[in-house]
C-alpha cells in the first residue's frame, strides 16, 4: 500500500511517543545520597563584598575580571539572576529593624534534593550526585531547555550567544573540588565574614536551628531550603522574612514526585500515547488535503 507524507509522520510520531513512554526519567533511576553536603548561608552576616562571584568565575574558567571589579556597588541598583557567565550572584534588599541595614543575598543553583531539572532531561544530561551537587554532561544535551523550564527557582541559563556549540550553564556547587581534591567549594572558601558554612545537610540544619533557638529573635523562624521543594543543598537563615528577599514561596513537595505520578499513569502500558497517536493518524487521513492522493484501496467522497 502506498503511503502519503502525512501518514509516514504520523506513523513515525506514534514510534516517537512510544520510545519515550518506555524510557525511564533520569529522576526515577537517581540514587539519592541518604546526607548529601549542603551549605548554610547566613543572611544576617553577609556584608555584600561579592568576593565569592570572584572566586565562582576563577575556578569555573569564567570571564576574568580583576577582584577589585568587584567593589563596585553600582551593580546592587538593578536585582540580578545568575546566568550563563556568571553562576552565582549577590544582590542588595533594604532591611529592617532599628539599624536598618541592607540585606545581602547570594543566589545561584539550590542543588535540591530531588531535582525538577533532572526529572525533566531526558538524556540525563542533568544528574544528581551522592554528594549533594547537581551536575551537568555537556556532551549529553541536545538542548531542549526542558531544565530552564521547570526549575522553580529559575536558575538554568543557556548560552545563546554560542552558535555552534551551546551548553545549559549553572552553579557546579564545585563538583570536582568536593569530590576529587576534597576541598571547599571556592565561594564557601573565600568568604571573608564566614557567613557560609559548608557540611553535611544534617548537621547544618541542626546548626542553622541552634542559632534560630539562641539568637534572641536575630533569625526568623525558617530556615529556607529544609522543606521547599522537598529540600535543597542550599540553605538559609535571615532576619526578616525570605519573601522579601526576593525568595520564592514554595511548597514542600517535589516537583518530579507530582509530575511523574501523571506521567507514569498517562503513559502506563503504552496504550493511551498509541491510542492518541491512533486517533491523529486516523484524523490526518480524513482530512487529507484535496490535492494529495489517497494511499491505493481508499476511495474519496465527491
Known amino acids: 500500500m502506498e503511503l502519503s507524507r502525512r501518514d509516514i509522520l504520523a506513523s513515525m510520531a506514534a514510534a516517537g511517543a512510544t520510545q519515550v513512554a518506555a524510557r525511564p526519567s533520569a529522576a526515577s533511576v537517581a540514587q539519592r545520597a541518604?546526607?548529601?553536603?549542603?551549605?548554610?548561608?547566613?543572611?544576617?552576616?553577609?556584608?555584600?563584598?561579592?568576593?565569592?562571584?570572584?572566586?565562582?568565575?576563577?575556578?569555573?574558567?569564567?570571564?576574568?575580571?580583576?577582584?577589585?571589579?568587584?567593589?563596585?556597588?553600582?551593580?546592587?541598583a538593578s536585582l540580578r539572576r545568575p546566568d550563563a557567565s556568571h553562576y552565582t550572584v549577590v544582590n542588595r534588599f533594604p532591611g529592617a529593624g532599628e539599624d536598618d541595614k541592607p540585606v545581602f543575598v547570594k543566589a545561584q543553583c539550590m542543588h535540591c534534593d530531588d531535582p525538577a531539572c533532572c526529572s525533566a532531561c531526558i538524556v540525563s544530561a542533568l544528574e544528581k550526585q551522592p554528594d549533594g551537587a547537581v551536575t551537568y554532561t555537556a556532551w549529553r544535551c541536545?538542548?531542549?531547555?526542558?531544565?530552564m523550564v521547570v526549575c522553580p527557582?529559575?536558575?538554568?541559563?543557556?548560552?545563546y550567544f554560542n552558535a555552534t556549540t551551546p551548553q545549559v550553564r549553572k552553579c557546579t556547587f564545585c563538583h570536582e573540588r568536593i569530590s576529587q581534591e576534597g576541598k571547599l567549594p571556592a565561594c564557601v572558601e573565600i568568604c571573608p565574614p564566614q557567613c557560609l558554612t559548608f557540611g553535611r545537610r544534617s548537621e547544618l540544619l541542626a546548626l542553622a536551628h541552634r542559632r534560630i533557638a539562641g539568637g534572641s529573635g536575630r533569625y526568623t523562624d525558617h530556615v529556607y531550603g529544609e522543606s521547599e521543594v522537598g529540600g535543597t543543598s542550599w540553605l538559609y537563615l535571615s532576619g526578616i522574612e525570605f519573601s522579601e528577599l526576593g525568595f520564592p514561596v514554595l511548597g514542600d513537595a517535589a516537583p518530579p514526585r507530582l509530575t511523574e505520578s501523571l506521567q507514569h499513569g498517562v503513559f502506563k502500558d503504552f496504550i493511551p500515547p498509541l491510542a492518541l497517536f491512533g486517533a491523529l493518524t486516523a484524523i490526518v487521513r480524513l482530512f487529507r488535503p484535496d490535492g494529495e492522493k489517497p494511499p491505493a484501496g481508499e476511495g474519496r467522497q465527491p
Open 34 to 76: 541518604a546526607d548529601p553536603f549542603g551549605v548554610l548561608v547566613d543572611l544576617t552576616a553577609c556584608i555584600g563584598c561579592r568576593k565569592c562571584e570572584w572566586a565562582c568565575n576563577q575556578v569555573n574558567h569564567l570571564p576574568a575580571v580583576p577582584v577589585q571589579a568587584f567593589e563596585d556597588a553600582s551593580v546592587f
Open 142 to 147: 541536545m538542548g531542549c531547555r526542558y531544565c
Open 153 to 159: 527557582f529559575q536558575v538554568p541559563a543557556y548560552e
